[in-house]
């Protein structure tokens, strides 16, 4: 494998080899960038909107996919587009949560994107984007739930929620006080090294969406899904404010309707896929633990309390208008 380094000194010789390109021809470059390796659903689907965007703009401008975390690592993706290394970021939103905190009302909303496009919550989402970090929020994508998986089937404490207390749960840093409050311990392992850790038994648990379970075979060892689903999918596209001003008019609202209608597209096809593997995983033996009644109204609260409280203090100025956008309070709840 090449050195870090000499990876990032390749990535930028492509890059600017494109951009002297861009200026003999008059097409616009754009280069994109993925958080996600290229194997996953979520990034094969973002090449393949990449290549219906371009057939639109062919002739004024070309999205150049440069690749995943092999390219830029992906912790360092957001500073990358902010800079304009790279022009376009696809990915989750809370990788960059250091940087711009109020991205955890994405992973805590309850609401799918239609809905936070309608009542103003993208629009806001942009804003503070533009504000803290320089870049344009232009869509929020592929809205599907999550789910705890656990090796064995767990207790129901008295208010009706999983008792995790003798469980090591993985999840992403998001995750941490959730998972702490169903009694677990919290582990971050990385993605690629968590089916070892199951395989090991060295975690008995993950927090993960229904997409990219099977794919990684996490599945033989996982056996428990515990519902309703908790947090939803964060993943979006972010673009350099600077090269997006830049842009001729016409370019841009090519982009922005693609990145609306990439809003939908993607919500419908992986809720349809989540579907699809829900009953392909439900035939391979996983058994579902539904809550109900109070245990399921508790173990929401549970959810999304945890994070909307640590926004409030993280975030006072924005807190607010976030949860009005992003959630919709179905229970009694002290906000």
């Not at 999840?171 to 702490?180: A, C, E």
């Amino acid at each position: 494998m090449l050195p870090l380094h000499l990876i990032k000194s390749l990535l930028l010789f492509s890059i600017l080899a494109l951009s002297a390109c861009s200026q003999q021809s008059d097409i616009e470059i754009i280069r994109a960038i993925s958080m996600l390796p290229r194997q996953t659903d979520y990034t094969r689907d973002f090449e393949q909107w990449i290549k219906q965007v371009n057939e639109q703009g062919e002739g004024r401008f070309r999205i150049i996919f440069v690749g995943g975390p092999e390219a830029i690592p992906t912790f360092e993706q957001a500073d990358a587009v902010r800079t304009g290394v790279v022009h376009m970021v696809f990915g989750p939103a809370t990788y960059y949560m250091g940087l711009l905190p109020e991205v955890e009302a994405l992973f805590a909303s309850n609401l799918p994107p239609r809905e936070t496009r309608r009542n103003g919550g993208i629009e806001l989402m942009d804003r503070i984007h533009r504000e803290k970090l320089d870049v344009r929020y232009l869509a929020r994508c592929m809205f599907i739930e999550f789910h705890v998986f656990t090796r064995e089937k767990p207790p129901l404490d008295a208010d009706g929620v999983p008792d995790l207390s003798a469980s090591l749960i993985r999840g992403g840093p998001v995750w941490r006080d959730f998972i702490n409050s169903l009694g677990a311990r919290f582990v971050n392992v990385a993605a690629p090294d968590i089916y070892m850790a199951l395989e090991r038994n060295m975690i008995q648990g993950v927090g993960w969406p229904i997409v990219g379970l099977e794919d990684s075979s996490w599945h033989q060892h996982l056996k428990y899904r515990i519902d309703p689903g908790v947090f939803s999918s964060d993943v979006g596209l972010i673009f350099n404010r600077a090269r997006w001003e830049r842009l001729p008019a016409d370019v841009r609202d090519v982009l922005h309707k693609a990145a609306i209608d990439y809003e939908t597209s993607s919500y419908e096809r992986f809720k349809k896929l989540s579907g699809t593997l829900d009953e392909s995983m439900r035939q391979l033996g996983m058994e579902i633990v539904t809550l109900d009644g109070n245990g399921e109204r508790n173990y929401r609260r549970l959810a999304h309390d945890v994070i909307w409280q640590r926004l409030r203090k993280r975030s006072p100025e924005y807190y607010p208008e976030l949860l009005a956008k992003f959630y919709r309070n179905d229970m009694a709840r002290q906000k």
